[in-house]
């Protein structure tokens, strides 16, 4: 959700610079499961022989920190997605403005159902295990 947040961000610049001579449109790169499967199956388990505790360091670089017992901070705060210039643009005028508006109306769209679909589908996560611990999960 993090991605298509940031992802509606760059696709609502790209229109707001329609008229903007010489704009490059602009998208994130898209999520590769398969790479952070990868660098998640290269982490390895650290800690204290003592039993007072591990943390996960990936090259001996990550490492989370609680700040409070119990509570953990995100390994990257700002979600770490970069925006690249869109390769294919459809047209560009004159003014060499690579923007179309049809296609990032398309975008937004898209985007904007990938949205719906994850706030569902987390929604519905959510009412199944308030149902499996027997507070009930709701009628929506």
Same mark, same amino acid.
């Given at each position: 959700?993090?991605?298509?947040?940031?992802?509606?961000?760059?696709?609502?610049?790209? &229109?707001?610079?329609?008229?903007?001579? *010489?704009?490059? !449109?602009?998208?994130?790169? +898209?999520?590769?499961?398969?790479?952070? !499967?990868?660098?998640?199956?290269?982490?390895?388990?650290?800690? %204290? @022989?003592?039993?007072? /505790? @591990? $943390?996960?360091? !990936?090259?001996?670089?990550?490492?989370? %920190?609680?700040?409070?017992? *119990?509570?953990?901070? +995100?390994?990257? !705060?700002?979600? /770490?997605?970069?925006?690249?210039?869109?390769? =294919? +643009?459809?047209?560009?005028? &004159?003014?060499?403005?690579? &923007?179309? &508006?049809?296609?990032?109306?398309?975008?937004?769209?898209?985007?904007? $159902?990938?949205?719906?679909? %994850? @706030?569902?589908?987390? =929604?519905?996560?959510?009412?199944?295990?308030?149902?499996?611990?027997?507070?009930?999960?709701? %009628?929506?």
């Amino acid at each position: 959700m993090g991605w298509l947040t940031e992802r509606q961000a760059v696709l609502a610049q790209n &229109i707001a610079n329609v008229n903007t001579p *010489g704009y490059k !449109a602009r998208d994130l790169k +898209p999520v590769d499961f398969g790479a952070m !499967a990868e660098r998640a199956s290269g982490l390895r388990m650290t800690g %204290a @022989s003592t039993g007072g /505790g @591990s $943390s996960m360091a !990936a090259g001996g670089e990550l490492q989370m %920190a609680a700040t409070k017992t *119990g509570h953990m901070a +995100p390994a990257v !705060a700002d979600g /770490g997605y970069r925006a690249a210039e869109d390769r =294919k +643009p459809l047209e560009v005028t &004159i003014d060499d403005n690579k &923007i179309n &508006i049809e296609d990032q109306a398309v975008k937004l769209a898209g985007n904007a $159902s990938q949205f719906t679909l %994850a @706030s569902t589908l987390y =929604k519905k996560h959510m009412d199944m295990i308030r149902t499996a611990l027997g507070r009930g999960g709701g %009628a929506g």
